[in-house]
């Protein structure tokens, strides 16, 4: 008896498509979550924003102010901290769409946390839905920094009091799962192009020598969309400018 072979051709086309789903698929569904996040309607169709559109309350009043506790605009660093009586209170919960496990228990200021959403949602929309950032850390407190300090080696964790996780401003950032590591590849570029209409700029890129730390692709902090393009449109870190323009390092 012969076989149908149209019948063959449906079911490999039944296979191979199921495969091509499937690999379509497969990272943003093991985005650290037992829930594909393809089930939540909400993240099919991310509303989005140009950066224009979105108001940035002040923004073009605002005088940076590099110096008070809760500037947007604080440097912080081995020699720049936070007050040790400083507490922020205007921390919010970061929306779940966008963090580890869908974990609702990372907080930021509710500023970057709002733009920090709006950035997220172009940047799934950029990449057609099929990447996702999320983050890892947002707001530390001091003790826990301070544990962190305590089993770091030079460069790799901030002081307590002198962190940007601290000052409820620093995001630590994945993308499908996969943690930045590095200073290239699609989706860090895509970051370092759009960041900063969001306000955001990546702390330590330059090394030691000029930010103080190891580079850090994952690191991303807000500080204004006005500062953040100058530093975006300089090609400078935050230290870097800091020193070069506010202080000088000797
Ligand atoms: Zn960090």
């Given at each position: 008896m012969?076989?149908?072979?149209?019948?063959i051709?449906?079911?490999?086309?039944?296979?191979?498509?199921g495969?091509?789903?499937?690999?379509?698929?497969?990272?943003?569904?093991?985005?650290?979550?037992?829930?594909?996040?393809?089930?939540?309607?909400?993240?099919?169709?991310?509303?989005?924003k140009?950066?224009?559109?979105?108001?940035?309350?002040?923004?073009?009043?605002?005088?940076?102010?590099f110096?008070?506790?809760?500037?947007?605009?604080?440097?912080?660093?081995?020699?720049?901290?936070?007050?040790?009586?400083?507490?922020?209170?205007?921390?919010?919960?970061?929306?779940?769409?966008?963090?580890?496990?869908?974990?609702?228990?990372?907080?930021?200021?509710?500023?970057?946390?709002?733009?920090?959403?709006?950035?997220?949602?172009?940047?799934?929309?950029?990449?057609?839905?099929?990447?996702?950032?999320?983050?890892?850390?947002?707001?530390?407190?001091?003790?826990?920094?301070?544990?962190?300090?305590?089993?770091?080696?030079?460069?790799?964790?901030?002081?307590?009091?002198?962190?940007?996780?601290?000052?409820?401003?620093?995001?630590?950032?994945?993308?499908?799962?996969?943690?930045?590591?590095?200073?290239?590849?699609?989706?860090?570029?895509?970051?370092?192009?759009?960041?900063?209409?969001?306000?955001?700029?990546?702390?330590?890129?330059?090394?030691?020598?000029?930010?103080?730390?190891?580079?850090?692709?994952?690191?991303?902090r807000?500080?204004?969309?006005?500062?953040?393009?100058?530093?975006?449109?300089?090609?400078?870190?935050?230290?870097?400018?800091?020193?070069?323009?506010?202080?000088?390092?000797?």
């Amino acid at each position: 008896m012969k076989k149908n072979p149209i019948g063959i051709w449906i079911v490999i086309w039944i296979i191979s498509s199921g495969i091509a789903f499937w690999w379509d698929n497969f990272f943003v569904w093991n985005n650290q979550s037992n829930i594909p996040w393809v089930y939540n309607p909400i993240s099919w169709f991310y509303e989005q924003k140009s950066a224009d559109e979105i108001e940035i309350e002040n923004e073009k009043l605002n005088k940076f102010d590099f110096y008070s506790d809760s500037s947007f605009q604080k440097f912080l660093d081995d020699n720049h901290s936070i007050s040790t009586d400083y507490s922020i209170n205007d921390t919010v919960k970061i929306n779940s769409d966008f963090t580890f496990n869908r974990s609702s228990d990372f907080m930021l200021r509710e500023k970057a946390a709002e733009m920090f959403e709006w950035m997220a949602r172009a940047f799934s929309n950029a990449f057609n839905f099929k990447a996702k950032l999320s983050i890892n850390s947002a707001r530390r407190s001091s003790q826990y920094q301070r544990q962190l300090a305590n089993n770091c080696s030079i460069g790799r964790c901030a002081k307590p009091w002198t962190s940007e996780h601290e000052a409820g401003l620093a995001v630590d950032l994945w993308v499908n799962g996969w943690n930045i590591k590095a200073l290239s590849g699609i989706y860090y570029q895509w970051l370092i192009d759009n960041a900063h209409k969001y306000g955001f700029h990546n702390s330590y890129q330059k090394w030691m020598e000029i930010d103080g730390k190891i580079a850090e692709p994952w690191h991303w902090r807000y500080v204004w969309k006005e500062l953040a393009t100058i530093l975006h449109d300089n090609n400078q870190t935050f230290s870097e400018y800091f020193y070069q323009n506010i202080e000088s390092k000797f």
